[in-house]
């Protein structure tokens, strides 16, 4: 389970860039994370943050009804939109470690 989300944010990338389902592959994942471990810990610690916020909204929105409720949905459409924007400016910054959309393979 730990390997499993320590990989999703990379092969969730994969998939996405690569536009192909069968992208998500750790053997494609893993040399990606492992030329850019620091960063990718970075966005690592920004999704643990996203997750932290989103149960704090669900312990805490259950307590005021309605409003509870909004802010729940709040939260996770919040989460959502911060996780994949900073998967997007992770992606941007190292795009030539990553490598996965290089013309001449190394």
């Given at each position: 389970?730990?390997?499993?989300?320590?990989?999703?944010p990379?092969?969730?990338?994969?998939?996405?860039?690569?536009?192909?389902?069968?992208?998500?592959?750790?053997l494609?994942?893993?040399?990606?994370?492992a030329?850019?471990?620091?960063p990718?810990?970075?966005?690592?610690?920004?999704?643990?943050?996203?997750l932290?916020?989103?149960?704090?909204?669900?312990a805490?929105?259950?307590?005021?009804?309605?409003?509870g409720?909004?802010?729940?949905?709040y939260a996770?459409?919040?989460?959502?939109v911060?996780?994949?924007?900073?998967?997007g400016?992770?992606y941007?910054?190292?795009?030539?470690?990553?490598?996965?959309?290089?013309?001449?393979?190394?």
């Amino acid at each position: 389970l730990g390997l499993g989300v320590f990989f999703f944010p990379m092969m969730l990338l994969s998939a996405v860039i690569l536009n192909a389902p069968l992208a998500a592959n750790p053997l494609l994942a893993a040399p990606a994370i492992a030329r850019t471990f620091r960063p990718y810990c970075g966005v690592l610690l920004l999704f643990a943050s996203a997750l932290a916020l989103w149960h704090w909204t669900t312990a805490v929105g259950r307590f005021f009804g309605v409003f509870g409720n909004f802010l729940v949905r709040y939260a996770t459409f919040y989460t959502y939109v911060l996780s994949m924007h900073a998967l997007g400016l992770f992606y941007g910054r190292f795009e030539k470690e990553i490598g996965w959309l290089q013309d001449d393979p190394q």
